[in-house]
């Protein structure tokens, strides 16, 4: 049964739903793209990564020398490191860990690939100070998660090491919106429809093919990648995204581990600057800190 929080997330999310008369400008001022407040006894330090605005994020004293690589959602268009330190925070706390949020370009300013560059370059700066590819782990939410995977599949078409393992949580991987699922939940998430989603990967792709597996990973060789946690709601119009991909990465030998909620929408992971204390929220999380000690260093 979903928690009073997730209720009042929800009846938010109904109460402003998407038009599609509404500017990027304006869907920009909707999101927390200022900045959100992470938890206390957080420390933010800003760096450049080869050119790439990031931030390591770190609650505590870490136990870990590995390091969480967090990428935002936002539809490739919004959102920012500012606003990813709530969860960055919580990220960190969870999983013992600094963690090193990055700022991508976003269409329409920048389009693909410019993102799965940036995730790319602010990689591999890491590797330059001295941390193996096995130190770190590699995780996003929505189109953080499709970037995360992007990311996967250009480490292996350039060769590269491959991250010691990869958190995708409601992962946007198939920018056809294919999934049977933005039909048979569309009355169920009240955050993200097939209209939203096709207006955004037209934005974002700008004429590439949306079956390019940088851009849509789900059509990506995915043999040889890394032990991967998956997480999505089951009311999710995404929720066929995320079991699609994971599905297919199963298929190609990889670890999986598929994570499927009750009663969440799309976005829950990022709740705590709308409905603090959210139970779905921090059990995931949780769940997050528990496959990141298991796998990572």
Request: net charge negative.
């Amino acid at each position: 049964m979903a928690s009073d929080e997730l209720k009042k997330l929800i009846d938010r999310k109904r109460a402003n739903p998407y038009d599609p008369s509404q500017s990027i400008d304006f869907l920009r001022g909707t999101g927390p793209d200022g900045g959100s407040i992470p938890r206390p006894d957080t420390k933010v330090e800003s760096c450049d990564a080869d050119g790439v605005y990031c931030e390591w994020v770190t609650n505590g004293d870490p136990t870990s020398e590995c390091v969480f690589v967090f990428l935002h959602g936002g539809g490739y268009y919004r959102s920012s490191a500012k606003a990813s330190r709530m969860v960055a925070s919580n990220l960190s706390a969870a999983c013992g860990c600094r963690c090193f949020t990055v700022e991508y370009r976003l269409a329409p300013e920048h389009v693909f690939p410019a993102a799965v560059d940036d995730a790319y370059t602010a990689f591999k700066w890491l590797v330059k100070q001295g941390l193996f590819s096995k130190q770190i782990v590699v995780g996003g939410s929505s189109a953080g998660g499709g970037l995360t995977a992007a990311l996967l599949a250009k480490l292996k078409l350039a060769g590269e090491s491959q991250p010691a393992a990869a958190v995708l949580l409601s992962p946007w991987t198939d920018l056809t919106q294919s999934a049977d699922t933005f039909v048979s939940n569309a009355d169920s998430d009240p955050t993200i429809s097939k209209v939203y989603l096709d207006r955004m990967a037209a934005q974002y792709l700008d004429g590439a093919d949306p079956k390019d597996p940088l851009a849509s990973p789900t059509f990506s060789d995915m043999t040889g990648l890394p032990p991967m946690l998956v997480q999505v709601g089951k009311l999710e119009t995404m929720f066929g995204d995320g079991l699609g991909y994971a599905e297919k990465a199963r298929q190609a030998g990889v670890q999986v581990e598929f994570d499927p909620y009750d009663d969440v929408i799309h976005g829950w992971h990022n709740s705590a600057h709308v409905v603090p204390g959210m139970p779905e929220a921090i059990e995931a999380t949780a769940r997050i800190g528990a496959f990141f000690k298991e796998r990572a260093c």
